[in-house]
């Protein structure tokens, strides 16, 4: 069974302040796919990365940088000097290869002025 | 590219009525997906479909949904009747191959 835990419900810092969103997955297969997903006030989900089970470099595009660490099964996110903008819900999925996607609980970030 | 095109984005209905939720994917993308949301139980996969054909409808709650994918170009999921626990935010996503690409969603209320 794949699984996603999403430990942190809420977190609330001050803008300027760096920010790390945790995500801990399960899986028995060897082939996987994980995935951030960004969900603003407006309610739309935005598509954020996908990383493949077979390449563990971490990925950085601009403010944001992503960990991928298969011996602790984890895939935490890191926002950097975060902005009111990236105030939203941030959801970590896991998908094999049958596009079963499976969605953690989400993490609430609000970024305080 | 307009991405993924739900309708109605709200639709308020009363207990007992037909729902029926649209999606219009992206073109060129053979797998469509179907999800609910809800403060409960966070983001369900109801089913999905490849080149059009049902692959897995194992998340779809009960026989009062079904969903159908007559082309590559639209999907509907249906609720008959609908119930007040039916109350939700409904999205469509759709996938060349991997990274989905969702919808606006549809935010349902049964009164």
């Known amino acids: 069974a794949q699984k996603v835990t999403q430990a942190q419900t809420e977190i609330s810092v001050v803008e300027k302040e760096d920010v790390t969103l945790d995500c801990v997955y399960e899986?028995?297969?060897?082939?996987?796919?994980l995935f951030w997903y960004k969900q603003p006030p407006s309610g739309e989900l935005v598509f954020l990365i996908r990383r493949n089970s077979f390449d563990e470099q971490n990925e950085i595009s601009g403010r944001y940088s992503w960990n991928f660490q298969k011996s602790t099964s984890s895939f935490n996110f890191t926002i950097t000097a975060s902005q009111v903008v990236d105030s939203a819900v941030y959801f970590c999925a896991l998908s094999g290869g049958n596009n079963d996607m499976r969605f953690g609980a989400g993490t609430r970030l609000t970024v305080k002025p | 590219d307009a991405g993924v095109i739900q309708s109605p984005r709200h639709e308020v209905t009363e207990m007992g009525q037909e729902v029926t939720l649209r999606c219009k994917p992206i073109?060129?993308?053979?797998?469509l997906f179907w999800y609910r949301q809800t403060m409960m139980r966070g983001l369900e996969l109801l089913i999905y479909f490849n080149n059009n054909v049902p692959i897995d409808d194992s998340g779809m709650p009960e026989d009062r949904f079904s969903a159908k994918m007559p082309n590559a170009s639209f999907s509907t999921l249906k609720i008959q009747p609908s119930e007040p626990r039916d109350s939700a935010v409904y999205f469509c996503?759709?996938?060349?191959?991997?990274?989905?690409?969702f919808g606006p969603g549809t935010r349902l209320t049964v009164l």
């Open positions: 996503a759709s996938s060349p191959e991997g990274v989905q690409f």
């Open positions: 899986t028995r297969d060897t082939t996987y796919y």
């Open positions: 073109s060129g993308h053979n797998s």
